[in-house]
């Protein structure tokens, strides 16, 4: 099964999955649990939200994490500064990278967004080989997210 077919078909299941709930970190739960399982090369897959001026380490599967990430610093936080997806094929290329585990390689980080278009959180996700991610990934993942913004944050 090609990369984007397996987007194709989480992609349903999470908005089944995700459809009507109201708590925040029980929905960024269950959606990081179905990527982490369904691709085999996200060493690690998480949330960081935006709380108090800086992001939090939020639901997450993976090895132990940074748990504060200042605003514009590192991917996750230029992602939030920049609000928008920023995809890394060599994490030790990018200026101001922060290392919370040697092994990662290549990242992708997706904003999301509320009502009122502020950046409300990142999804992050780490892989151990180099240039894991593409705009097929970057393509799909903002899709997820904006499920995850439709569901918790734009109920009209």
Sequence with gaps: MTKQEHYEEVLPQIRSLINGETDEVS?????V???HQTFDDFFWTGFYLVRDGEL??????GTVACMHIQH???VCGTAWAEAR?????????????????????SEIVVPLFNAGNEVTAVLDIDSKEL?????TDRIYLEQVCACITDTL???S
């Design 56 to 61: 939090r380490l939020g639901p997450f599967q």
């Design 85 to 105: 997806t920023q995809v890394v094929p060599d994490v030790e290329q990018f200026p101001g990278h922060i290392a919370c585990s040697s092994l990662s390689r």
């Design 33 to 35: 649990a179905v990527l």
């Design 153 to 155: 944050y734009k109920k």
């Design 72 to 74: 514009g610093r590192g």
């Design 27 to 31: 929905v960024m739960a269950n959606v």
């Design 131 to 135: 240039a894991t991610f593409d705009d």
